[in-house]
């Protein structure tokens, strides 16, 4: 298995998450194939009118529309399509602070650190 990597900053000190990826999910050509998919999604009027509207996902706020960006909710390399039911506004800030992980993921570890 490859292993994809996090870093995050917790007290002031560097902590890595590894992820374990699997090879048929994280396939170049896999991913290469849905991210053609996402460009001709980006052209949809689906798209056109959610990015209009510019409310990120993830953190609900407005932005204007030339900031927001396209976010897999279960990213390609872990599996993800693209697909109208797992494509997302979201903003420039809650895109790059997911990273790779899934919806589950970014519960249980908002409790997690929460309760440190």
Known sequence: M???LKKTLRHNRIMSEYY?????????KR????REKARKLKKTQWWLDKVN?????????KY??????MDHIVPLARGGASTKGN????CPSCN???KLET???QILNKHKNTDD
Do not use: F, M, W
């Open 2 to 4: 490859l292993l994809g």
């Open 20 to 28: 374990n990826l699997d090879p048929e999910l994280s396939d170049s």
């Open 31 to 34: 991913i290469k194939k849905e």
């Open 53 to 61: 509207k510019g409310i990120c996902h993830y953190c609900g706020k």
């Open 64 to 69: 204007p529309r030339t900031q927001i960006t």
């Open 87 to 90: 494509i997302v506004p979201a």
């Open 96 to 98: 790059r602070d997911k």
């Open 103 to 105: 919806p589950a993921e």
